[in-house]
């Protein structure tokens, strides 16, 4: 087993028990970076820790990288070394961004990162948007509503990724159980998606799925690929099994990233909606939402 743990801009605290280790902790870049079609590539990255290590606020706040030379570029000759900044809107509170390169469906994206002597790459490429034909907040019988979001599934294969916030400005957190695929879906068909609530793992006694009356939720749906998809999948997986003590999470995660790093660099068919809870549960009423 590796003696390391990966820090996202989600960190996991699992409780595993007595753990014996056979390498010694090697450190490495994780990379959680996204772009998607008329939006900036947006790159947050980490050190890993080591494993069997006390996690406190500082070691997590020294482990956020500040200092690399991060440079995106695109299969139509552009390219652009990102910018930090300072942001709390997002988990590591630091984001490398591009001003000038944005992403176009269909565009390939190479991301090249620099650090400490240290080279890593991957490519991703921006798939086409699948819009929702509507959103659906349907009532559950303790004054709060669920979220239903309706799509047409195309022939294909593909796979979606549903992330949602509640507050704005803030950072869109995985709606849970809300990455799925066509070996869960009617390929081709007309499809049903719950969006529940993001996990809130420091909360996990008092989290509830579903939304408050009055409750604004920003709903952000995005058309993925298969890497895309075995990460964010096995990160849910690995989440959820870190609080079952039955099924310990020390995998290492899927990676594209190519060089002494792990982590995941994506492009995204995003598109997105804003949506307000009614204000009265009545336990029979369904109110739908078009999409704006």
């Not at 069997?52 to 070394?81: H, M, N, P």
């Not at 991957?122 to 948007?129: F, M």
């Not at 509503?145 to 992330?163: I, R």
């Amino acid at each position: 087993m590796k003696r390391s743990v990966i820090l996202l801009f989600t960190l996991l605290g699992s409780c595993l028990g007595k753990v014996s280790t056979d390498t010694e902790y090697h450190r490495q870049l994780v990379v959680e970076g996204r772009i998607e079609a008329g939006g900036p590539a947006e790159v947050m990255l980490s050190e890993n820790l080591p494993f069997l290590d006390v996690i406190t606020e500082q070691t997590l706040e020294a482990a956020v990288v500040r200092y690399a030379k991060v440079t995106v570029t695109s299969d139509d000759g552009q390219s652009e070394i990102l910018t930090g900044y300072y942001d709390r809107n997002y988990p590591t509170r630091f984001v490398y961004r591009s001003a000038r390169l944005h992403g176009r469906t269909g565009g390939t994206y190479t991301l090249t990162v620099d650090y400490r002597g240290r080279t890593c790459t991957a490519v991703t490429t921006v798939p086409e948007p699948i819009p929702l034909r509507e959103l659906r907040a349907e009532p559950v019988c303790d004054s709060l509503f669920t979220l239903q979001a309706l799509f047409d599934d195309p022939p294909a294969k593909n796979a979606y990724f549903a992330e949602c916030r509640t507050t704005d400005p803030g950072a869109y957190s995985p709606a849970l159980m809300g990455v799925v695929d066509d070996s869960v879906l009617d390929n081709g068909g007309s499809v049903t998606l719950t969006v529940n609530r993001p996990l809130q793992y420091l909360k996990i006694k008092d989290y509830k799925q579903y939304f408050r009356p009055g409750e604004t939720v920003d709903v952000r749906f995005s058309h993925i690929s298969s890497p895309t998809f075995n990460f964010w999948s096995r990160l849910e997986n690995e989440m959820l099994n870190a609080m079952n003590p039955v099924f310990p999470a020390y995998e290492n995660l899927p990676s594209n990233i190519k060089g002494d790093a792990r982590g995941i660099w994506s492009g995204y068919g995003s598109s997105y909606y804003r949506i307000t809870m009614p204000q009265k549960n009545d336990c029979k009423e369904t109110t739908v939402f078009p999409p704006a």
